[in-house]
């Protein structure tokens, strides 16, 4: 499965931001899918993830109760809907697809999208 990540960009801090994550080469209805960011010489952090039929979601700590992850499996694409940006939430945010795994370890996601930047600032 291919994935291609959308919707990055310069904003505000208290600003709004919905990033896509649109799969191709085969239906995401039968994966996990997840979100993760990265800031260089940080290690990559984890953001989001949602099962495949939408049953349960998981978010990281720092953005629990601002971000908020769905999907919808007939477009097969993943959302991140990140509210209430902080300029610490700048970073190159991916998604990442899995047919078993759904949880924080990047290690554990099988397929990667290429990032989009998100820059929040002051």
């Known amino acids: 499965v291919q994935l291609q990540a959308s919707g990055g960009g310069s904003v505000q801090a208290g600003d709004s931001l919905r990033l896509s994550c649109a799969a191709s080469g085969r239906s995401i209805s039968s994966y996990d899918m997840g979100w993760f960011r990265h800031v260089p010489g940080k290690p990559r952090e984890f953001v989001a993830a949602?099962?495949?039929?939408?049953?349960?979601?998981y978010y990281g700590d720092s953005v629990k109760g601002r971000f908020f992850i769905s999907r919808d499996n007939a477009k097969n694409t993943v959302y991140l809907q990140m509210n209430s940006l902080k300029v610490e939430d700048t970073a190159v945010y991916y998604c990442a697809a899995d047919p078993t795994y759904c949880g924080p370890s990047w290690s554990m996601y099988d397929y990667w999208g290429q990032g989009t930047q998100v820059t929040v600032s002051s």
């Open positions: 949602i099962k495949s039929t939408s049953s349960n979601a």
